[in-house]
Nanobody
Framework: EVQLVESGGDSVQAGGSLKLSCAAS???????MGWFRQAPGKEREGVAG???????QYAVSVRGRFTISKDNEKNTLYLHMNNLTPEDTAVYYC????????????????????RGQGTQVTVSS
């Protein structure tokens, strides 16, 4: 229903910061969205979610370091990542629920039916 295109992935040193963006083809207003990641050989991990009211949730592993936000004027979702560690190395994906669908907790955002192609984040020590 909605196409998502991530950008902003890069290679950084530990302690660095990155800002990921996710451009949506349709309105992000009152749409549940989130970010999840997958590292080689590891399970997908829900990182952060934002509901239709702007409430946010985070995985314990990123709480206090990552911030999810949404600009409904630009139909864009963001993930601000600070104090990155090598354990944050992964492909990061944006995900979005269909309009009117239920919002999931951060841990389950990879279950949303709309997902982007991902952007690589590599953190070196």
């Amino acid at each position: 229903e909605v196409q998502l295109v991530e950008s902003g992935g890069d290679s950084v040193q530990a302690g660095g910061s990155l800002k990921l963006s996710c451009a949506a083809s349709k309105s992000t207003y009152k749409r549940c969205m989130g970010w999840f990641r997958q590292a080689p050989g590891k399970e997908r991990e829900g990182v952060a979610g934002i509901d239709i009211y702007g409430n946010t949730q985070y995985a314990v592993s990123v709480r206090g370091r990552f911030t999810i936000s949404k600009d409904n004027e630009k139909n864009t979702l963001y993930l601000h990542m600070n104090n990155l560690t090598p354990e944050d190395t992964a492909v990061y994906y944006c995900a979005a629920q269909n309009g009117g669908g239920l919002c999931f907790a951060a841990a389950g955002v990879y279950e949303y039916p709309n997902r982007g192609q991902g952007t690589q984040v590599t953190v070196s020590s």
